[in-house]
């Protein structure tokens, strides 16, 4: 054998020599740490962990294949079937929350948008807007863009003329007509598809021109929007039709064994499980008594199991015993002073609740003329009153706060406008408890109605969540 083959064979012993000691000192190693295993375990859970509990996205898992999900074990898996299932459980059981929030501005503002597809998407916005905020109440109301348009600025300047139709008109025989096209109904009517769990559209929405392209919008994803195999304390649903007996029959699927009262009323609702279930109508007064109208949605408090029977809720009810959200609800009103006279939610502190006792007691309006929202937080943090040029009031604690934003040409023109209102424009700041504004030094000459909500609740996010009582 020549002198290059015994070099060629001693190359190759020496890389399986090494190939082989590298191998023993892995294994080595391996024995060195034998929980390597668990630590990846265990660094996984946490990271899961890490992520934003009120998230759904946080703690999703597989309800499908029933595989449990990297980081879990299967005996945990049953209680992480479903991300929003399970959302309302995460929040801090021990707080719930009595306080609400409501959101005012004019449908005046879709007409600023020029095509419908951007009139949608403006609607759409704010519905995001209002559920990633947990607004609970959204007002829609009239402002007279005829009457806005033919006026004088307040400041002294001539407004330019306002663009879009009206809301209604009077015909050649004195009726009142409605034109083709509503903003306020558009407004409303989007705000309320979008704030509907899918499953209930199409019992509770018929084909409509202004739902044409909602498919296209973002979806709001609140935690009140379950799928199939989400497990919830609550569901929303829909009254279907059901037997006039109520109590016997094949339908009686569920029923929880209890001496049930010869008037008592049980209705079947769909609440997205594929077929209805059976839920008791709660409550003592005259309301319990009448008949639930078939198609209207309702609040249910899920049976503990198959075999029971579920109540129906007010609306309110998940918000007060979790504190999380469980959607908006949208109110048309005819003008500002209708907005501010009239309140949806009753005092629970008196004997008989009555939505007449009920009152906004803390009402802001907004204007580029307000008070800084800065100083007036730093106020409320010190409990002292900040004066300015206008008497704006200060923050202070509440029960239902109201946000109200104008249009195109701000609140001053719609008080001056509104007849039933017997303040000038220069005399709007005293309507309202608080008058603010919502971004000092801004950098553009106008600050429209979509961007002004986003940024007046991120700002005072951290004051309702401290002053609601």
């Not at 083709?180 to 899918?198: G, H, K, M, N, S």
């Not at 908006?328 to 939505?355: H, I, Q």
């Not at 017997?422 to 700041?429: F, K």
Request: charged share 25%; glycine share 10%; with cysteine.
């Amino acid at each position: 054998m020549d002198e290059s083959g015994k070099k060629k064979r001693s190359r190759k012993r020496g890389k399986r020599s090494a190939t082989a000691d590298a191998g023993s000192t892995h294994k080595e190693a391996s024995a060195a740490s034998p929980s390597k295993p668990g630590t990846e375990a265990s660094a996984s859970k946490e990271f899961l962990e890490r992520n934003n509990p009120y998230k759904p996205s946080g703690f999703a898992s597989s309800a499908s294949n029933g595989q449990p999900q990297r980081g879990t074990d299967a005996a945990k898996q049953s209680t992480l079937t479903s991300a929003r299932g399970h959302l309302l459980e995460r929040q801090r059981k021990d707080i719930g929350r009595d306080w609400t929030l409501s959101v005012a501005l004019p449908g005046s503002i879709i007409l600023n948008a020029q095509t419908p597809e951007l009139q949608a998407r403006l609607a759409g916005g704010l519905a995001r807007t209002c559920a990633i905020f947990n607004v609970d109440e959204v007002i829609v109301f009239h402002e007279d863009v005829k009457a806005v348009s033919q006026g004088h600025d307040w400041t002294g300047g001539r407004r330019k003329a306002a663009g879009g139709h009206q809301r209604a008109e009077a015909g050649a025989d004195g009726t009142e007509e409605r034109s083709a096209f509503d903003p306020d109904a558009f407004l409303a009517r989007i705000l309320q598809y979008l704030e509907t769990p899918q499953y209930l559209r199409k019992a509770l929405f018929p084909m409509h021109k202004d739902l044409r392209l909602a498919g296209l919008l973002p979806p709001l994803d609140c935690p009140h929007h379950l799928r199939y195999e989400d497990v919830s304390t609550f569901r929303e649903g829909v009254v279907v039709e059901s037997d006039s007996s109520g109590h016997h029959g094949k339908k009686r699927r569920y029923d929880d064994g209890a001496a049930h009262n010869g008037n008592e009323q049980l209705v079947e609702v769909d609440v997205g499980l594929g077929q209805p279930i059976r839920a008791r109508v709660s409550g003592d007064g005259p309301s319990a008594n009448e008949k639930v109208p078939t198609g209207v949605r309702v609040t249910v408090r899920m049976p503990p199991h198959v075999g029971a029977v579920g109540k129906l809720v007010s609306p309110r009810q998940p918000v007060k015993e979790t504190g999380g959200y469980w959607g908006y609800s949208v109110r048309l009103c005819n003008s500002l002073s209708e907005v501010l006279t009239t309140c949806p939610f009753g005092r629970e502190s008196t004997a008989s609740p009555d939505a007449s006792q009920a009152e906004y007691d803390l009402v802001l309006g907004t204007s580029e003329r307000g008070t800084s929202l800065t100083e007036l937080l730093e106020g409320a943090a010190t409990a002292t009153s900040v004066t300015s040029q206008m008497d704006t009031g200060r923050l202070k604690p509440f029960k239902h706060a109201l946000l109200v934003l104008g249009g195109l040409s701000g609140l001053e023109v719609i008080i001056d406008q509104d007849p039933t209102i017997d303040l000038g424009a220069h005399q709007a700041s005293l309507l309202f408890d608080v008058w603010i504004n919502v971004l000092e030094k801004q950098g553009s000459r106008t600050i429209r109605t979509e961007e002004a909500l986003p940024i007046a609740l991120a700002r005072l996010k951290t004051f309702f969540e401290a002053y609601g009582t």
